[in-house]
């Protein structure tokens, strides 16, 4: 299942609902002082149990779920990235090192491999050829870069 997205949906209408609660009416909420999707959301039950007009029009709901399934997006990436920082920075000091790990990724642009003692994944830079999504194999670490986020590896044999 890909990440979520903010839309718009009229009652009555067909729409997906939640697939992993397998309910048809769904919203969520966290804290509105760190998310503003679920400020609005708050925003709009209060009118509806006011039953006052809604605070939004439809156009104003339709580009702020956009809005916020954007930054939702961003936020990600970041944090995907940050993660990476930190892996790296702390992968350093071990250049050298054999580490066991599982192949996660193959594809034209490169191929990866999740590190199983250490919460990190890299890119297998040499040794590469022939290696299968799954297969459990031992690499080296042969260099970082904290600022792009990279790990590199080669097959150890």
Excluded at 63 to 83: G, N, P
Excluded at 90 to 100: A, C, N, S, T, Y
Excluded at 115 to 129: F, S, Y
């Amino acid at each position: 299942m890909g990440p979520g997205e903010y839309v718009v949906e009229h009652p009555g209408e067909e729409h997906e609902g939640h697939f992993g609660l397998a309910v048809g009416d769904y919203t969520h909420s966290t804290a509105p002082n760190r998310r503003y999707a679920d400020l609005i959301m708050q925003r709009l039950l209060k009118a509806a149990i006011n039953q006052g007009p809604s605070p939004y029009s439809e156009a104003d709901l339709t580009t702020l779920a956009a809005h916020c399934t954007d930054r939702e997006s961003a936020a990600k990436h970041v944090e995907r990235f940050m993660k990476k920082v930190a892996a790296a920075l702390m992968l350093g000091p071990q250049i050298g090192k054999i580490f066991d790990a599982i192949v996660t990724g193959v594809t034209p642009q490169g191929t990866y491999a999740r590190l199983l003692t250490v919460p990190a994944e890299g890119r297998i830079t040499r040794g590469e050829k022939g290696l299968d999504i799954g297969q459990k194999m031992r690499v080296r670490l042969i260099g970082v870069d904290p600022y792009k986020g990279f790990i590199d590896l080669e097959a150890a044999h």
